[in-house]
Structure formats: C-alpha cells, structure tokens
C-alpha cells in the first residue's frame, strides 16, 4: 500500500522519472512520436509503475504537482532530441480544472522552445465522464494553443460518439485490451474496423495501442490504421535510449 505522505515526500525528493515509448507511421514506416510514461524510482521497493501510484495521486490532488513535473521534463528532454517527433502526455482530469493550466503550458513551451505542433496531451476517456463546462472550455482554449488533443483509451469502456461530439479531439487511441483481441475474435475486429471509419469520417487520426505480434500489426495495417504503439515497435525506455535510438535513424 502506498501512503499520500510517501508520494508527497516523492515529489520533493525528485524520484521520479519518464519513460518514452515510440508512437510509428504505419505508412511510412517511421517513429514519429513517443508517450511519456512516469515511473518512481523508490530508493527501497524499487521501480513502481504509474498504475499502482496514478490513482492516488489523483484522489489527493497530489496529481497536479506530478503532473507539472512530468509536463516540464518532457517538454524539455524530447525538445532537446535529434528529431523534431511529437511528444505525447497523459492528463488527468484535475489538471485539467485548473484553469491556469493554458498559460502555464504557454510559457513552458515558450521556454523549451518546444512547437504546440509537437505536444499532444493524451486524456482518458473513461475520465471524461466526469465533464464540467470548465472543463470543455479549458480543452478548446489548449486546442487554440496549438497543442494536439487525444482521446485515449477508446474502445472500452463508455466509448461515446457523444465524446467525439463534444471535444475537440485530433485524434483517438484505441485502447491496448481491444487491440489485443483482433486477430482472435472477429466481433473485436470488426469493432476495430468501425473505430477507424469513424475516425475517417472525422478526420481524426488514430493510433493502435498495444501492438505486440505481427499478426496484429499485420491487420491494423490492412483496416488503415495511420498509427502504432507497443511492444512489437518498441518498449517504453529511459530518455537517453530513446534519444540514441532516434540519433541511430536520424
Ligand atoms: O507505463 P504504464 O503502462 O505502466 O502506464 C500505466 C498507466 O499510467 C497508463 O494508462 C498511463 O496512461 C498512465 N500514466 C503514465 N504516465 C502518466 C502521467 O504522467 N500522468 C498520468 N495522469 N497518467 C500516466
Ligand atoms: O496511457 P496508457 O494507458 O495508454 O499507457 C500505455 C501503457 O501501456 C504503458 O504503461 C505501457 O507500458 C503499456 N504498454 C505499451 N505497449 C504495450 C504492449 O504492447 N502491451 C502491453 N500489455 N502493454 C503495453
Ligand atoms: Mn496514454
């Protein structure tokens, strides 16, 4: 069990720290992006995953602080690469509340000279249930920043078309446990296949999360699916791997 005090301590002793896993063009064959993905590196347990942390730190508003945090380091380690690819964060709904989120995101990218066009905040879909019209707002004003929006983790849970209706989404992740079932179950992926004509029809684009065999790569590929993530292209990795990985293809 983790207690709020040991992750507020966390916070101040700086031990966490971002892997980044490759986002690839199908099409072009190519790594165009990376997920920022925060992990704790706990001086006794070792390495915690953010599943086992993450929902605390929303429950305790601890999650805005984290979240300023990895917002900032990745903005300035990926700004520093080789290779001008996107860069995708994950937002919580509490972040976005805030509604000083819009300038601070203003000036952080001013400072790392990172473009909007290069910054895409990934939230949640099974969390924008909780909506408030702040909230909407908030998310239109990021989007007149320039900064990409997606919606993550479709295709479980609630998945609405109303969600697609009512935010300003460039593009949507299809969550790693339908992309899993394609190449088994054909309900699954004629689900998958509906997802991405949707997608079309919106002009969205849309990303494959989970890729792990070329089986189902093989079928993301034939159903047009623009984007892909997961074990099969590449694992989340420390930012210096991640940077040599990307000066080895430059
Ligand atoms: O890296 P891993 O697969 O263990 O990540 C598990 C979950 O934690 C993912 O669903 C991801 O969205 C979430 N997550 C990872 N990093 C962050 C982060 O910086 N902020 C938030 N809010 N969620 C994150
Ligand atoms: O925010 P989100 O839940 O989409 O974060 C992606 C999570 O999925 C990360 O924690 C990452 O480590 C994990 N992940 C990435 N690729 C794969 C994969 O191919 N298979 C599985 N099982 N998990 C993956
Ligand atoms: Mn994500």
């Known amino acids: ?32 992006g990376v997920e920022a993905l925060v ?3 706990h001086p006794v347990k070792g390495l915690i995953y953010p599943d086992s942390f993450i929902p605390l730190a929303e429950r305790t508003g601890l999650i805005v602080e984290l979240g300023q945090w990895v917002m ?5 380690e990926v700004a520093a690469w080789p290779a001008p690819i996107a860069l995708s964060v994950n937002i919580a709904p509490p972040q976005l509340r805030r509604g000083e989120i819009v300038q601070e995101l203003r000036d952080l990218l001013v400072n790392t000279q990172l473009p909007a066009s ?5 939230i949640a879909e099974s969390q924008l249930s909780e ?8 998310l239109s004003s990021l989007r007149d ?10 295709g479980t849970g609630s998945s609405s078309l109303v969600t697609l209706r009512s935010f300003p989404f460039a593009d949507i992740k299809i969550d790693r446990r339908l992309t899993k079932e394609i190449a088994q179950d054909l309900r699954s992926r004629s689900l998958f296949e509906a997802i991405l004509h949707v997608c079309r029809i919106l002009k969205m684009d849309c990303i494959a999360e989970g890729v792990e065999t070329k089986e189902q790569f093989a079928l993301l590929q034939s159903f047009g ?19 040599e990985t990307l000066c080895r293809i430059a």
């Open 1 to 32: 069990m983790i207690l709020e005090s040991s992750l507020q301590f966390a916070l101040q002793e700086r031990q966490f720290e971002i892997a980044y896993q490759p986002i690839w063009e199908v099409r072009a064959q190519r790594i165009v």
């Open 39 to 41: 992990r704790w590196r």
């Open 72 to 76: 900032e380091t990745a903005c300035r």
């Open 118 to 122: 290069r910054l895409k905040l990934e």
């Open 131 to 138: 909506d408030t019209p702040g909230m909407s707002a908030t």
């Open 145 to 154: 920043l320039g900064v990409g929006l997606t919606l993550d983790g479709f």
């Open 225 to 243: 699916c623009a984007y892909a993530q997961g074990f099969l292209i590449g694992k989340p990795e420390p930012a210096a791997a991640m940077r």
